[in-house]
């Protein structure tokens, strides 16, 4: 479900943002709600909603970067997690001179790396470690 993007966010001018049944008319645009209806049914000229649904777009472009992002951050987050057990995991393994389960370590590590640089490369290099 969209945010609602009023005055706030937008021009006072745009006729929309400023109307008191915005949230409701903006969840109707993203539903497909034809123009001529919404306008017909909040007193609205169907020019005035087409303006409105470029700087809607916007928003919801910027709302799905910022919602993309976080997910990005949070398995980071995890993966850096993960890396910090695997460290442990495997000084332990070393102390007890377990050559099986430190080997497991490596491979795993590797892995983590692995996923870790496809996931800088996906974002195009912006990820910074």
Aim: charged share 25%; glycine share 4%.
């Amino acid at each position: 479900m969209a945010k609602h993007f009023g005055p706030a966010h937008q021009s006072a001018r745009c006729t929309v943002c400023n109307h008191p049944s915005c949230p409701e008319i903006d969840r109707a645009l993203i539903d497909g709600v034809p123009l001529r209806t919404l306008a017909a049914t909040h007193g609205l000229s169907a020019s005035a909603l087409c303006r409105h649904t470029r700087h809607l777009r916007h928003q919801l472009v910027i709302q799905q970067r910022q919602a993309d992002q976080s997910h990005v951050s949070a398995f980071l987050e995890k993966l850096e997690l993960l890396e910090v057990r695997l460290d442990r995991l495997f000084r332990k393994a070393e102390e007890s001179r377990s050559l099986h389960v430190s080997l497991g370590c490596l491979q795993e590590s590797i892995r983590v790396l692995s996923l870790r640089e496809k996931v800088r490369h996906s974002l195009g290099g912006l990820a910074s470690w």
